[in-house]
């Protein structure tokens, strides 16, 4: 599948870090993705529950576990909704606790978009898009 296809049309993007998101999610919108934001799990959660997203992008920051702890509840509500980690790359114990609920990838800051293009791709694969 050619990525010019962009099969993923719909992204939601958490984080606690509007600046971050808001900078992932400008450059996936020039790629032709449709981008929402949610700042806090809560948000993220109804927004997950209200529109047909094809993936999740969660930054986490490592001062912030709220996103980590809400992995298993997006997992139970949504259990085909590819979930694509971005984390810091000098967090072990982040990963050890991401990777205890189901995750579909784990980037590292900072993001490369060759990267995310290909797990993005790769996540509408699973979604059945």
Do not use: C
């Not at 010019?4 to 993705?33: D, F, H, R, T």
């Not at 810091?88 to 609920?101: A, C, F, I």
């Not at 293009?117 to 699973?126: H, I, P, T």
């Amino acid at each position: 599948m050619a990525w010019s296809e962009k099969p993923v049309k719909e992204l939601l993007i958490g984080s606690s870090s509007m600046p971050e998101a808001e900078a992932l999610g400008q450059l996936l919108s020039q790629a032709g993705y449709q981008i929402d934001l949610a700042t806090r799990p809560f948000h993220a959660m109804e927004k997950l529950m209200s529109t047909n997203f094809k993936a999740a992008i969660l930054i986490l920051q490592t001062e912030d576990r709220s996103w980590i702890e809400f992995i298993p509840v997006f997992n139970n509500l949504l259990p085909h909704l590819p979930i694509i980690i971005v984390a810091e790359p000098d967090s072990l114990e982040t990963e050890r606790l991401v990777r205890q609920g189901k995750i579909f990838y784990y980037l590292l800051k900072p993001v490369d978009m060759t990267e995310i293009k290909a797990v993005l791709r790769d996540a509408s694969e699973k979604a059945g898009v």
